[in-house]
Nanobody, 124 residues
Framework: QLQLVESGGGLVQPGGSLRLSCAASGSTLEYYAIGWFRQAPGKGREWVSCISSSGGITNYADSAKGRFTISRDIDKNTVYLQIDSLEVEDTAVYYC?????????????????WGQGTQVTVSS
């Protein structure tokens, strides 16, 4: 069974950068499209980005376009989310999960094998 573990979060000042990792085990990412979501305090889980099982197609939420970059290293069985020009509003727990089909790729209900999340805090 696929297992996903996020890492790379932390405390960063506005304008800084972070690279989040989503390491997979139990199966190869070649079989799964992977999505990144985030959840800020008191808010619902928000889709951020996803990458196809081939690695050739990426999609971004409007809030992520221009500052977020999703990528994949199939040899390391890991998906990355690079976040640049961090803003206070990016503060959230970031999760990765595998898309299992059933509808829109931006809906959390179409994902399984959620990781435990990694905290990103943007503050001066």
């Amino acid at each position: 069974q696929l297992q996903l573990v996020e890492s790379g979060g932390g405390l960063v000042q506005p304008g800084g950068s972070l690279r989040l990792s989503c390491a997979a085990s139990g199966s190869t990412l070649e079989y799964y499209a992977i999505g990144w979501f985030r959840q800020a305090p008191g808010k619902g889980r928000e889709w951020v980005s996803c990458i196809s099982s081939s690695g050739g197609i990426t999609n971004y939420a409007d809030s992520a376009k221009g500052r977020f970059t999703i990528s994949r290293d199939i040899d390391k069985n890991t998906v990355y989310l690079q976040i640049d020009s961090l803003e206070v509003e990016d503060t959230a727990v970031y999760y990765c999960a595998a898309y299992v089909g059933g509808g829109a790729y931006y809906l959390a209900s179409n994902y399984r094998y959620w990781g435990q999340g990694t905290q990103v805090t943007v503050s001066s």
